[in-house]
């Protein structure tokens, strides 16, 4: 399952990597990562059918999340793509937004990865 990951902190990669060593190194999870909309925008221009997933920061400077996951949407019809939206902000107004752009779920910062896992678990099957 391959996941895009995008987000404008570039130590979440290293983090990704960090939490997910066992399902990288049994290839169950790859991860690409994208630290801008644009990049990632690019990423799935280049790459349409390998993305299963992506979790996607809200606050980026540039093209935010919620920019992003309205282009995706728009674009990615079939198969679409899973998006999650991962903000350091619950607030209600980011969450109805995100849902409203046609988000497939909403978290938090700090990320709860074994959460993560189970949903991500829960998508594969």
Same mark, same amino acid.
């Given at each position: ?21 066992? =399902? $990288? ?8 990562? *994208?630290?801008?909309?644009? +990049? ?5 221009? #280049? ?29 990615? =019809? $079939? ?8 903000? *350091?902000?619950?607030?209600? +107004? ?5 849902? #409203? ?25």
């Amino acid at each position: 399952m391959k996941i895009l990951v995008v987000d404008d902190e570039r130590d979440i990669q290293t983090l990704f990597e960090q939490r997910f060593r066992k =399902e $990288i190194k049994e290839k169950i999870t790859e991860f690409v990562f *994208a630290f801008s909309g644009e +990049e990632a925008l690019a990423y799935l221009q #280049q790459n349409e059918h390998e993305v299963v997933i992506i979790l996607s920061d809200i606050n980026m400077p540039g093209m935010s999340g919620l920019e992003l996951l309205k282009h995706i949407k728009q674009k990615y =019809e $079939i198969p679409p793509p899973v998006v999650m939206m991962i903000t *350091a902000y619950g607030d209600s +107004e980011n969450y109805r937004m995100a849902m #409203q752009l046609g988000a497939d779920d909403f978290l938090t910062k700090p990320l709860d990865f074994n959460s993560l896992k189970e949903k991500l678990k829960n998508i594969v099957t």
